[in-house]
């Protein structure tokens, strides 16, 4: 049914696509692409609300014999507003007029795959409950998400079970894979400042040497990364930056590193962090210097709840076939904030496979044809997941 429905919407949602593409907008600055979505939502007759968290939209559909006042189970389906401030250089017609930003991770894919979802069952509401597609600013920047919890996201707009997806280019194409338990790493910022009293580089031994300590530290960091963990588990430490000094023969006064810190397993992500601090403290006693640690969590390991895994399984294997769905799926160590919500409502992440450039590279372009992959399981997901016989039972 939904593929013969597609036949006649393919056009729309392309040009769907091929707007929001050429408009992108960074984060919590999505006003027009948030505006175009609650447009969206409104002629299909869902309920609409904006400007929840900033710029995110929430569109409500009640199916057969359901209302507010007797909503059902509720399921929700999150997708990203924002693009990513950089020059695209794909070679598509439709491509960015913005020279400074760019849809270079398929966020735009994403909302027109929820939105032709929410356009399907506005016409199709052969399901039980009540739907809720929540569109979500400023993922790129992993707060959009906080934002949206802040300003009463699941007080206001209350759901049983929430599930998103994102294009993964190396998957084949139209292919849709499932981890099992972690989706996406955690996101933590790492802060590192050395201190010490400088010296002349010709008589190092009248101070302390700042940049000898920081070299110590990232290598001893990285050694003990290895040994602080069961190694079937995903952690990673990465420094980006080291600043300091002022002139090649003067030990400097101070050294800051920044790094990332990424990890699939909650008791990794701790148990780095104590190790980032133990090194610190070796350190100063080596060295004779002050070294501060400071861990900004960012976004928490993405969890996917078993019941929501095997929903999505089930719905994927009808819409595709069960020899295109990927069980049991490697997570990936990028991060993302759908963590947030995953923490606090039971849902699954998943991945549609295409063709090309990585996301995030100036050449990537997201594939439409995997659009109605994602958007009939979704649909699928709705009608199955809001079942009387599901609320029956949780009510048991």
Known sequence: MFDTWYDTQRDTSLAW???LH?????????????????????????????????????????????????????IAFRAELDALPMEEKADVAYRSTDAARFHGCGHDG?????????????????????????????????????????????GRFPCDEIYALHNLPGLPEGAVAVPASSALASADNIDVTIRANGAHGAMPHTGEDAMLAAASFLTSVQQAATRAFDARDAGVISFGTLRGGTARNIL?????????????????????????????????????????????????????????????????SRVIGPDKVIENARSLMASE???????????????????????????????????????AIFADLARTRTSRSLNAQANT
């Open 252 to 316: 400097p006064e101070e050294i800051r590193l920044e790094g990332t810190m990424r990890t699939t397993a909650t008791s990794v992500r701790d148990r780095l962090e104590t190790l980032l601090t133990d090194t610190a403290r070796a350190t100063d006693a080596i060295f004779g210097v002050t070294t501060t640690v400071s861990v900004e969590k960012v976004a928490p390991v993405t969890m996917n709840h078993p019941a929501a895994v095997a929903a999505v399984v089930t719905s994927a």
């Open 110 to 154: 994403h909302t027109v795959t929820s939105l032709t979802a929410a356009a399907y069952l506005a016409q199709h509401r052969d399901f039980d409950g009540t739907i809720r597609f929540i569109f979500q600013p400023a993922e790129e920047l992993l707060t959009g998400a906080r934002a949206m919890l802040a300003d009463g996201l699941f």
């Open 337 to 375: 904030d759908f963590s947030e919500f995953s923490a606090r409502v039971p849902g699954a992440y998943f991945f549609v496979g295409q063709s090309g450039r990585a996301p995030h590279h100036p050449e990537y372009v997201f594939d439409p044809e995997i659009i109605p992959v994602g958007a």
């Open 17 to 19: 696509l091929q707007d």
């Open 22 to 74: 050429a408009h992108p907008e960074t984060g919590f600055e999505e006003v027009r692409t948030a505006a175009f979505v609650a447009a969206r939502l409104a002629d299909f007759g869902f309920e609409v609300a904006t400007g929840i968290g900033g710029t995110g939209v929430v569109g409500t559909l009640y199916g057969r014999d359901a209302s507010p006042e007797r909503p059902g189970r509720c």
